[in-house]
C-alpha cells in the first residue's frame, strides 16, 4: 500500500516538475497526462484499502481516464490553433492575454 | 342662449389656432400657388374665429339669471376632482365682450400691418392661440382651469413678445415678462393649494360659500387673497413686477394693443374682481391691494411723462391705468374696477394701434418723439382717432374715461381720501403726458429724422376700420356705466361691493375735469409751439435729477439687477463652477481616477504566460493543503 502511494506520489512530483519547467506545449500536456494518472492510481489504491468490494474508486478511475483522453484530444486541438497563430508551440513566448 | 354654445367660444378660436399651426408648419413645404391660398385666407379665418365668441358674448348679455354654465368631470386624483366648467355670468360676460371684441379688431388691423411679413400664418396663430386661452380664463369657473388658462396666457403671450425672435432684446423681452409673472402666479398656485387644502374644492361657488362659512381659518383667510392678489401683480404689472411690461414693447404692435393694454394685463385686475368674496373677508388685504394700485398709478405715470418711445409711454400709461383699477378694487368698489377696465380696453387699444399705424408708415421698427412731428396732415384718421382716445384717457368728459375714472373717485371719497388725492394726481399727470405724445408727433412742425416725411400716407382701409371703431368706443363706452343711465353696466356684472356706494358729487367731477383740462393746458404750453422737441430738451435741463429719475424709470432695472439678479447669477455661478465643476465633478473623476490607478497596479499580475499561472495554482494549492491539514 505504502509502496503504491509513493509511486503515485512520485508520480505527481515528475507531473508537477514537468508543468512547471517544460516550455513546450506538447511536453506540458503530456506532464498533465501524468498528474492525472498520480489521482487514478490514488483512486483505486484507496478504494482498495477501505471498501474492497465495492468499485467505487475503479469506476472513478474509468472515467478521469476517458475525462482524460477528451481533455488530451481538446489541448491538442487548441496547441495547434496556437501553433497556427503564433508560429510555436513555446508557452514562454506566448504572452496574448499580458494585461 | 343655450348651455352647450358657451363651449363654442374658446374652442372656435383654439379650433382656428390648430388649423394655423398646421398651415404655417406646412407652409415652407406648400407649391406657391396653395401658399397665396393659405396666405389669402389666414387673415378672414383668424377674424372668424374670434367673431363667434364675440358675437356669443353680445348675446350673452341678454341671458338670464345667473348665465349659461357648462360642467362636466374633467378626471378625478384621490379626493381631488377636477371639472371642465365654464360660465358666463354678468362679470365675464363684459370681460369676454372686451376681450373678444378688442381680438376682433386687432385681428382686422393685423391682416394689414403684418402683411408680407416673415411667419404671417405663424403670427395669427399664435394670436388664436392667445385669444382663446384668453377666453378659456374668462370663462373658467373653477380654480384649476382659471390656473391653466392663466399659465396658458402666459405662453402664448412669451410667444407673442418674442415673435421677432432673431432680434435679441425681443427674445429676452419675452423671457423676461414670463419669468417676471411667473413669481406672482408662484403666489397664486399657493392660493389654490391652500383653497383645495382647507375647503376640498375649487369651484368659485363653493369657495367662496365655504370661505364665508369661516372654513379657511384666521391666518388663511388673509394670507388666500394676498397670494392670488400676488398673481395679479405680476400679470397686471403692478408694482414691484411691473418692468417686464416696457421691455415687451418688443413684440409687434398689435400685439401690444390686444396683450398688454386690452386683455392679458387686466387678467390681474378680472381675477381679483372673480375672487372679490374671498377679498371682502379679509380687510387688511384690500388695503395691501388698495395701496399697491395707488403708488403703481403714481409712480408709472410720473415715469411715462418724460419717456420718448411712443409704445413706452403707452406702456406706462397701461401701468398707471391698471393701477386706477387695482385700487377701486382694493377700495372696495370692484364695480368701478371693472368699468374702468371696460372703458380703458378701448382707449387703450385705440392708442396702441394708432402707434402702430404710425410705426407701419414709418418703416422703422419702434418710433420716438425724436423721430417723429406733425403727422397730422398726412395721416388724418390715425391722428384723430388718437386724439380721441387721449381725451378719453385724459378723462375729459363726456369721453369714456371720464365716467369711469369718476366711478373710482366717487368711490373713494367717502373712506380714502389719501388714496383719492394720490389717484387725482396721477390722474392730471396722465392728462398731461398723453397730450405731451399727441403735440409732438401729430402736431408742430413735419419732421422725420430717417428720410423723407412724404412717405408718410394713411394706412389702408383695413387698418382705418378698427381705428374707427376703436375711436367710436373710445366716446360711447363710458355711457355703458353712467348714473343716469342707470348703471347698466354695473348691474350686468352684479358684483358685491365692499364698501358703500358713493356718490358722484358736483365739486369732484369739477375738479377731476380741471385737473384733466389743466393738464392737457400743460402739455400745449410746453409742447404745443413750432419748436415742441426744444421744449422738451429745455424741461430736461430744467427738472435736472427728477427728470433723470422719471426718463430712467426710478432705476427699477438696475435696482433688480444689483439686488436680485446679481447675486443670484452669481450663486448659479458659484454653484455651477465650483460645486458641480470642483466638488462633484472631482468626486466622480476621482473614482474614475482611482480605479484607473488600481487596474494600472494589479495588470502586473496579468502576464499572460501560462508558466506563472500554473505556478501560481501549485503554490496556492501547497498553500491550501497546510491550511487543511491544520484544520482536519
Known amino acids: ?99 | 342662449m343655450s348651455d352647450a354654445l358657451l363651449v363654442l367660444m374658446p374652442f372656435t378660436t383654439l379650433g382656428v389656432a390648430v388649423v394655423l399651426l398646421l398651415a404655417a408648419a406646412l407652409h415652407t413645404r406648400l407649391g406657391p400657388e396653395y401658399r397665396a391660398f393659405v396666405d389669402r385666407w389666414t387673415g378672414p379665418l383668424s377674424v372668424f374665429g374670434v367673431a363667434v365668441p364675440f358675437l356669443l358674448a353680445l348675446v350673452g348679455v341678454f341671458s338670464t339669471g345667473s348665465g349659461p354654465r357648462v360642467e362636466a368631470l374633467w378626471f378625478s386624483v384621490g379626493d381631488l376632482d377636477v371639472f371642465f366648467g365654464l360660465r358666463l355670468d354678468g362679470l365675464a360676460t363684459v370681460m369676454a365682450i372686451v376681450v373678444a371684441g378688442v381680438s376682433l379688431l386687432v385681428h382686422l388691423f393685423s391682416i394689414g400691418y403684418m402683411k408680407g411679413e416673415h411667419g404671417y400664418v405663424l403670427y395669427f396663430a399664435e394670436l388664436s392661440l392667445f385669444s382663446s386661452a384668453m377666453l378659456l380664463l374668462v370663462l373658467a369657473s373653477n380654480f384649476f382651469l382659471l390656473f391653466m388658462a392663466w399659465e396658458l396666457v402666459g405662453a402664448t403671450s412669451y410667444l407673442l413678445i418674442s415673435f421677432y425672435y432673431y432680434r435679441p432684446a425681443a427674445a429676452s423681452a419675452g423671457k423676461k415678462a414670463f419669468l417676471t409673472t411667473r413669481l406672482g402666479d408662484l403666489g397664486f398656485l399657493i392660493a389654490i393649494f391652500a383653497i383645495f387644502f382647507h375647503l376640498g374644492t375649487l369651484r368659485f361657488d363653493e369657495v367662496f360659500e365655504a370661505a364665508e362659512a369661516g372654513m379657511l381659518g384666521a391666518g388663511w383667510e388673509v394670507a388666500v387673497p394676498l397670494l392670488i392678489f400676488a398673481g395679479a401683480v405680476g400679470k397686471s404689472a403692478q408694482l414691484p413686477l411691473s418692468v417686464w411690461l416696457p421691455d415687451a414693447m418688443e413684440g409687434p404692435t398689435p400685439v401690444s394693443a390686444l396683450i398688454h393694454a386690452a386683455t392679458m394685463v387686466a387678467a390681474g385686475v378680472y381675477l381679483v374682481a372673480r375672487t372679490f368674496p374671498l377679498f371682502e373677508l379679509a380687510p387688511a388685504a384690500l388695503t395691501v391691494v388698495a395701496w399697491v394700485g395707488a403708488l403703481t398709478a403714481l409712480v408709472a405715470a410720473t415715469i411715462a411723462v418724460s419717456q420718448r418711445d411712443i409704445k413706452r409711454v403707452l406702456a406706462y400709461s397701461t401701468i398707471s391705468q391698471l393701477g386706477f383699477m387695482v385700487t377701486a378694487l382694493g377700495a372696495g368698489v370692484p364695480e368701478a374696477g371693472m368699468f374702468h377696465l371696460f372703458t380703458h380696453a378701448w382707449f387703450k387699444a385705440l392708442l396702441f394701434l394708432g402707434a402702430g399705424s404710425v410705426i407701419h408708415a414709418s418703416g422703422l421698427h419702434a418710433v420716438s418723439i425724436d423721430d417723429v412731428g406733425g403727422l397730422v396732415k398726412r395721416m388724418p384718421i390715425t391722428a384723430w382717432t388718437f386724439v380721441l382716445a387721449g381725451l378719453a384717457l385724459a378723462g375729459i368728459p363726456p369721453f369714456a374715461g371720464f365716467w369711469s375714472k369718476e366711478e373710482i373717485f366717487a368711490g373713494l371719497l367717502a373712506e380714502e381720501p389719501v388714496l383719492l388725492g394720490v389717484l387725482l394726481v396721477a390722474s392730471f399727470l396722465t392728462a398731461f403726458y398723453i397730450f405731451r405724445l399727441i403735440f409732438l408727433v401729430f402736431f408742430g412742425p413735419e419732421r422725420f429724422a430717417h428720410g423723407e416725411v412724404s412717405r408718410f400716407h394713411e394706412s389702408p382701409t383695413l387698418m382705418g376700420i378698427p381705428l374707427l371703431v376703436l375711436g367710436v368706443m373710445s366716446v360711447l363706452a363710458g355711457f355703458a356705466g353712467v348714473s343716469f343711465l342707470g348703471f347698466p353696466l354695473q348691474d350686468l356684472m352684479d358684483l358685491e361691493p365692499a364698501a358703500e356706494e358713493g356718490h358722484v358729487t358736483l365739486w369732484l367731477l369739477a375738479l377731476a375735469t380741471g385737473l384733466g383740462v389743466a393738464g392737457v393746458a400743460l402739455a400745449w404750453w410746453q409742447y404745443g409751439g413750432d419748436r415742441p422737441l426744444e421744449a422738451d430738451v429745455a424741461l430736461r435741463r430744467n427738472l435736472g435729477p427728477l427728470y433723470q429719475v422719471s426718463e430712467n424709470a426710478y432705476y427699477l432695472d438696475p435696482i433688480y439687477d444689483r439686488t436680485l439678479i446679481g447675486p443670484f447669477l452669481s450663486a448659479a455661478g458659484f454653484l455651477a463652477f465650483s460645486v458641480d465643476n470642483g466638488l462633484i465633478d472631482g468626486a466622480v473623476n476621482g473614482f474614475a481616477r482611482l480605479t484607473q490607478g488600481l487596474g494600472a497596479l494589479f495588470r502586473r499580475a496579468q502576464t499572460g504566460l501560462v508558466r506563472d499561472y500554473v505556478t501560481g495554482m501549485a503554490v496556492g494549492s501547497i498553500i491550501l493543503a497546510a491550511v487543511l491539514w491544520r484544520v482536519l
Open chain 1, 1 to 99: 500500500m505504502t509502496l503504491v502511494l509513493v509511486f503515485s506520489g512520485l508520480l505527481f512530483a515528475i507531473g508537477t516538475y514537468g508543468v512547471l519547467t517544460r516550455r513546450n506545449a506538447i511536453t506540458l500536456l503530456i506532464s498533465v497526462e501524468i498528474l492525472m494518472n498520480a489521482a487514478n492510481l490514488n483512486f483505486v489504491a484507496f478504494s482498495r484499502l477501505w471498501e474492497p468490494e465495492l468499485m467505487t474508486g475503479q469506476v472513478f478511475a474509468l472515467v478521469g481516464i476517458s475525462i482524460a483522453a477528451c481533455e488530451a484530444a481538446v489541448g491538442l486541438a487548441l496547441i495547434l490553433a496556437i501553433f497556427r497563430r503564433f508560429g510555436t508551440t513555446d508557452v514562454g513566448r506566448i504572452d496574448f492575454l499580458r494585461g
